[in-house]
């Protein structure tokens, strides 16, 4: 079992930084790829970024690439999410989320654990 717990969201205006952290329990985290996604209401799940489990292999979407940077430090079971240059548009619900396998992907059958998620208020 892995149980997993983000922070670092709140309320920023435009153009703002955040960094999101997601902390994890359980002994697969260092064996598994990492995914950062954000939901919306009325919308599925977004993928944003996600890490292979050595931290060595990154993928973004199109939608956060150049703004956003994923990593991961196993020692601390704890993967992060650097948010710069903010808009209104990514205002969401953020979660974290472990997968079954070692390589990063999108795929979101892959994924078997998720956090409760934290909030991202961007205003203009």
């Known amino acids: 079992q892995v149980q997993l717990v983000e922070s670092g969201g709140g309320a920023v205006q435009a153009g703002d930084s955040l960094r999101l952290s997601c902390a994890a329990s359980g002994r697969i985290f260092s064996r598994s790829a990492v995914g950062w996604f954000r939901r919306t209401p009325g919308k599925e799940h977004e993928f944003l970024a996600g890490v292979d489990r050595d931290g060595g292999t990154t993928d973004y979407a199109d939608s956060v690439k150049g703004r956003f940077t994923i990593s991961r430090d196993n020692a601390k079971n704890t993967v992060y999410l650097q948010m710069n240059s903010l808009t209104p548009e990514d205002t969401a619900l953020y979660y974290c989320?472990?997968?079954?396998?070692?390589?990063?992907?999108?795929?979101?059958?892959?994924?078997?654990?998720w956090g409760q998620g934290t909030q991202v208020t961007v205003s203009s």
């Open positions: 989320a472990v997968a079954r396998v070692s390589y990063s992907t999108r795929s979101r059958i892959l994924y078997d654990y």
